[in-house]
Structures are given as structure tokens and as C-alpha cells.
């Protein structure tokens, strides 16, 4: 688990199960910009996966990923900030 840069300077996440294959994913709404994209922070041991991303505004938001669906956060009352 963890996060990868392409060409772009684009942030994706990825995650690999023990049998080797990898599966690479993007939170929808992450940018596309550089420097944004999907940054995949930790996992568990139940194979969740938490990060944050960067929208085409570069605002930050939180995200976690569980059995591959991804559900993406604000927290509540917390202004959110631009940039990393």
C-alpha cells in the first residue's frame, strides 16, 4: 500500500495483496494537476486503506478505502486548507 507520482507530477494510490498483483486507484474528485491526486497514507490489518487527497482546487480532503470502495471526507468543523 502506498502512493506513486506519474509523468504529470499526479498522485495515485496503489495496494498489493500477497500474491503479488497490484491494483492502482484514484479517489473521485481527486485532481489531476500536479502535485494532486491521491496520497494513500496506512492501512490495517483488515486491508482498509486511509490517505487524503487534493481536488483541482488543491484543497485537501480525507478519504478511506475499504474493500475497494472509497468513501471521501471532511471533517466536520475543521476549516479545510489548500495545498500539501
Do not use: C, E, W
Amino acid at each position: 500500500m502506498g502512493s506513486y507520482i506519474d509523468a504529470k507530477y499526479v498522485y495515485h494510490g496503489f495496494v498489493r495483496v500477497p500474491s503479488g498483483l497490484i491494483t492502482t486507484f484514484d479517489v473521485p474528485g481527486a485532481g489531476t494537476g500536479g502535485t494532486q491526486g491521491t496520497y494513500a497514507f496506512s492501512n490495517n490489518a483488515d486491508g482498509a486503506i486511509v490517505g487524503r487527497y487534493l481536488d483541482a482546487a488543491y484543497m485537501s480532503h480525507g478519504f478511506v478505502r475499504t474493500a475497494g470502495v472509497i468513501t471521501s471526507f471532511d471533517v466536520p468543523g475543521l476549516q479545510r486548507h489548500a495545498g500539501l
